[in-house]
């Protein structure tokens, strides 16, 4: 069975840093690309990053230049480093494992997900 674990949510204020971690088990990590999603409270979930198994990363727009996503396949997690984060970074973040080597942007793309950690940013 694949668990995907998220830790590291927690009450920051605007311009701060946080790192969110996803331990993975169940599968072979090494042969699956992974991602974040977010879902902002009454909001659609959206897509925020995603790494495929070469190492090639890609993000959205709003996160661009300050999320870092990266994996560690002898650990099998997967990070994000987010900075100077904003207000409207409050969401439920959710690691994703997707069912290849790459992923996109669409969640139906993605059919591991973990319980999701909360992140809240205040003014």
């Known amino acids: 069975q694949v668990q995907l674990v998220e830790s590291g949510g927690g009450l920051v204020q605007t311009g701060d840093s946080l790192r969110l971690s996803c331990a993975t088990s169940g599968r072979t990590f090494i042969d699956y690309a992974m991602g974040w999603f977010r879902q902002a409270p009454g909001k659609e979930r959206e897509f925020v990053t995603s790494i495929w198994t070469g190492g090639q990363t890609y993000y959205a727009d709003s996160v661009k230049g300050r999320f870092t996503i990266s994996r560690d396949n002898a650990t099998t997690t997967v990070s994000l480093q987010m900075n100077f984060l904003k207000v409207e970074g409050t969401a439920i973040y959710f690691c994703?494992?997707?069912?290849?080597?790459?992923?996109?942007?669409?969640?139906?793309?993605?059919?591991?997900w973990g319980q999701g950690t909360k992140v809240t940013v205040s003014s």
């Open positions: 994703t494992g997707g069912s290849s080597y790459r992923t996109s942007r669409d969640s139906q793309d993605c059919i591991h």
